[in-house]
C-alpha cells in the first residue's frame, strides 16, 4: 500500500518552512523579498499559501492568491519526501512530480527554504 501523506501533515511540514523566518540570519537573507507562495496538492485538493512580507516575516494560510509569485504543484508524498530529503527536488522536476512556476531567482531563493 502506497503511502498517503494527510493535509495535517502537508501543513505541518509547510509551517517547518515558515518557522525557518524565525531565524534571525533566515530573516536577513529574505528581508525585502515580498512574494506569495503558493503550493497546490493534488491527491489533497488542498492548496496553501506561504506569505513573506518586506521584513521577511512569513504566514501560512489554506487558499489560493488571483497572481502568486512562485506556484508549486505535486503531491503530497513528493512534497514530503522533497522536505525529509529522501527525494531530490530536482529528481521530481524532471520526473514531471513537480511543477514549478516562478522567476528564476526567485526559485532559487526558495530552494534554500526546502
Given at each position: 500500500?502506497?503511502?498517503?501523506p494527510?493535509?495535517?501533515q502537508v501543513?505541518?511540514s509547510?509551517?517547518?518552512i515558515?518557522?525557518k523566518f524565525?531565524d534571525?540570519d533566515?530573516?536577513?537573507?529574505f528581508?525585502g523579498?515580498k512574494r506569495?507562495m503558493?503550493f497546490?496538492?493534488?491527491?489533497?485538493?488542498?492548496?496553501?499559501?506561504l506569505?513573506?512580507t518586506?521584513?521577511?516575516?512569513?504566514t501560512?494560510?489554506?487558499?489560493?492568491?488571483?497572481?502568486p509569485?512562485?506556484s508549486?504543484?505535486?503531491?503530497?508524498a513528493t512534497?514530503?519526501?522533497?522536505?525529509n530529503?529522501?527525494?531530490?527536488g530536482?529528481q521530481?522536476?524532471?520526473?514531471g512530480?513537480l511543477?514549478?512556476?516562478?522567476a528564476m531567482?526567485d526559485?532559487?531563493?526558495?530552494q534554500?527554504?526546502m
Amino acid at each position: 500500500m502506497k503511502f498517503m501523506p494527510t493535509k495535517d501533515q502537508v501543513f505541518e511540514s509547510l509551517d517547518g518552512i515558515k518557522k525557518k523566518f524565525d531565524d534571525p540570519d533566515m530573516k536577513e537573507k529574505f528581508k525585502g523579498f515580498k512574494r506569495d507562495m503558493q503550493f497546490k496538492f493534488s491527491d489533497l485538493n488542498a492548496a496553501y499559501v506561504l506569505s513573506i512580507t518586506e521584513d521577511a516575516t512569513a504566514t501560512l494560510k489554506e487558499g489560493t492568491v488571483e497572481k502568486p509569485s512562485i506556484s508549486v504543484e505535486t503531491d503530497s508524498a513528493t512534497f514530503l519526501g522533497i522536505r525529509n530529503k529522501t527525494i531530490s527536488g530536482t529528481q521530481a522536476y524532471m520526473s514531471g512530480k513537480l511543477k514549478v512556476k516562478g522567476a528564476m531567482p526567485d526559485l532559487l531563493k526558495l530552494q534554500r527554504l526546502m
